[in-house]
């Protein structure tokens, strides 16, 4: 069988090594180099689509990787081998029987449905913007159906694996068979039949899953819907292609001819900024489902309550009231930490040792149940100390706060309490995180704690409470993002209180009252941090007043990686002058015993992004040429988040 553009091909390299490769041309030059024979061929038709193949090469040019790197992430492990290659589709266990109708749309509801189809009519995209608890799902289902009533399909995307669980029940009661799941918590084998269904005659109608699945196959995609399009889990950071999922399903349904409707509580100030600018259509919806009012968010000035000596643990002593008035009427808690283990770093009180990864330029996080230290950046991870290494002394201690501390901490103070933790730690296989939420949604569980995972569109009918413990903590990141993103995260998170019947409280805990992001969460004034981020944005230069590319140069050598950086900088400059920034060391300058610089690209928005790509990519080529990079890394993340 002669191999077809499209199809996967098993290409023998030596006795020991052979790989499965994907044809991407078929022609009848002879290559300047040397080949390697194929020996069969692994597909009777496509094993991607031609739509597929033009996607997957966009994202290569884009974000400025290899088309087999793009190739790599996208096809599940059991494509990539020979094993299994034959394997049928058979029904999973994200299948069921259908068994139930929609909900009918409330009033506002239904007037934003309405819009968003009246906006298509002009513009192929729509940002929702609907405060949360306003029912954006169920205008995402009547969309849905009535997508599918027409022979489209439709690819929902959703930016943490930990919401497609009480989302797919949802959908299942109404969809049934014809939706279908797609993300890492999956075993291969699962991936692989939906990824080999969606290329079969009776795809999937309906794709739910987080960023990879905007990479699959569909024949006849008509919507696409980007809920929670604001997160960053959007973006994947490591390993290449370093693309954002939000933006790749805006390509694709470009190239398809579908509509996106991009929904969210908090939108990024990009999307806003887009629609407010005209180039995407706006849909508001003010108003919570059956009228409820948005949750009263009170202050608590930590600095106030420590000086007053009335902290206890995290927990400042207005806190922990409210929480014994809501456990006393049989109503749940959420609490927010967003550090996950015991305690971020521990210390000698007696000379001050505090254990380093011997990778990583990072203190190591203490895990006190698995009685470890953890390098969050590596993985590297040791047994905890009984005396100090460098001092001997038994003056060991744990400084600060992670979600197991926090969970410890609540088993003293509320003893009678039933809690869970979600986190990292906790939800490493998909059954424990689905445990967790059925769990907690059942009842059988009083207090929530948890890591941003509990802030991302989760529905709990009884939580009246949410706690953000350490609101400064998320504002003090070194980004240009983190006023937004403060925002976004505790807005997103004191969204979960009082979701049916009575009107919800969060308790916001802060080292600094004056923070301007604080009075916007507390009138939940998302205008007023739009407004006041895009001026500062757009004094200093930032996003979306320009396009931002970092550039990262890694070696074992810190001395090599200085002057590599350095050179690769000055080669920038030549062409871009002012606009590059750096080189610096970044907040964590070494990682995995690689020694990292930064720059930073400030991109004329105006300038032809070919143009921008080409220039970058030779500047980096010229610098690999020389005999000093040979063992030097150059990572390049274009809009990183």
């Known amino acids: 069988m002669f191999p077809q553009v499209g199809q996967r091909v098993y290409v023998p390299f030596g006795a020991s090594r052979h790989y499965v490769a994907l044809v991407v041309k078929v022609h009848d030059l002879k290559p300047m180099y040397e080949t390697k024979d194929i020996v069969e061929v692994l597909d009777d038709g496509y094993a991607v689509l031609p739509t597929q193949m033009k996607l997957w090469q966009w994202v290569a040019e884009y974000y400025m990787c290899t088309f087999g790197e793009v190739f790599k992430a996208a096809i599940p492990m059991g494509m990539k081998k020979m094993v299994g290659r034959k394997r049928s589709v058979r029904s999973g266990d994200t299948q069921s029987d259908q068994t139930s109708a929609m909900h009918p749309l409330t009033a506002a509801q239904y007037k934003a449905f309405l819009q968003i189809k009246e906006v298509w009519k002009d513009k192929p995209t729509c940002l929702l913007h609907g405060v949360t608890s306003s029912g954006k799902t169920e205008i995402y289902m009547h969309l849905i159906d009535e997508a599918v009533k027409r022979g489209e399909q439709v690819l929902y995307l959703l930016p943490e694996i930990v919401l497609t669980t009480q989302l797919a029940e949802r959908l299942h009661r109404v969809f049934g068979p014809r939706l279908g799941i797609y993300h890492s918590k999956y075993s291969d084998s699962q991936r692989v039949e939906v990824y080999r269904k969606q290329l079969s005659d009776e795809p999937y109608d309906i794709i739910v899953g987080v960023r990879s699945s905007v990479l699959l196959p569909f024949k006849k995609l008509g919507l696409v819907i980007v809920d929670e399009e604001h997160e960053s889990s959007f973006k994947q950071q490591e390993p290449a292609p370093r693309y954002h999922a939000r933006n790749v399903a805006l390509v694709l349904a470009s190239m398809v001819g579908a509509k996106t409707l991009l929904g969210s509580a908090t939108p990024s100030l990009e999307s806003y900024d887009n629609a407010i600018k005209g180039k995407y259509g706006l849909v508001s919806l003010t108003e919570r489902y059956e009228g409820l009012m948005l949750p009263e968010v009170e202050i608590v000035d930590m600095k106030e309550e420590r000086r007053r000596k009335m902290v206890t643990g995290p927990f400042s002593s207005r806190l922990l009231s409210e929480i014994r008035n809501v456990l006393s ?15 971020p770093l521990l210390e000698c009180r007696v000379c001050g040792w505090v254990p380093q990864c011997p990778r990583c330029d990072v203190s190591m996080t203490y895990h006190r149940r698995l009685n470890q230290l ?21 003056g060991l201690r744990s400084r600060g706060f992670g979600t197991e501390r926090v969970e410890e901490t609540l088993a003293q103070i509320f003893p009678e309490a039933r809690v869970l933790r979600m986190d990292l730690d906790t939800t490493r296989t998909r059954s424990r995180y689905e445990e967790i939420i059925h769990d907690f949604q059942r009842g059988n569980a009083d207090i929530l704690v948890g890591t941003q995972m509990v802030a991302k569109g989760l529905d709990f009918a009884r939580v009246r409470l949410v706690g953000i413990l350490d609101a400064s903590a998320i504002l003090r990141q070194p980004d240009f993002r983190a006023h937004e993103r403060g925002f976004q995260l505790m807005e997103q998170v004191a969204g979960r209180a009082g979701r049916q019947s009575l009107r919800g409280k969060v308790i916001l805990q802060t080292m600094d009252v004056s923070e301007k992001v604080v009075s916007q969460v507390v009138n939940h004034d998302y205008e007023a941090m739009f407004r006041e981020q895009k001026e500062e944005r757009s004094a200093f230069v930032f996003p979306p007043f320009c396009r931002l590319i970092d550039i990262y140069v890694k070696h074992r050598d810190v001395n090599v990686v200085e002057h590599l950086a350095e050179d690769l900088a000055q080669m920038l400059r030549n062409v871009f002058h002012s606009r590059v920034l750096g080189p610096m060391p970044p907040p964590v300058s070494r990682q995995h015993l690689l020694y990292i610089r930064k720059l930073t690209l400030k991109a004329d928005t105006n300038m032809p992004f070919s143009q921008l790509t080409k220039a970058v990519r030779d500047t980096i080529t010229q610098l690999r040429s020389r005999e000093v990079s040979r063992n030097a890394a150059v990572v390049v993340d274009v809009d990183p988040q």
């Open 329 to 343: 009427e049989g109503n749940q808690v959420i609490l927010f930490q967003n550090r996950r283990g015991y305690s």
């Open 374 to 394: 953890s390098c969050h950046y590596c993985g590297y991870t040791v047994s905890a100390p009984t005396l100090c290494p460098q001092c001997e002394s038994e």
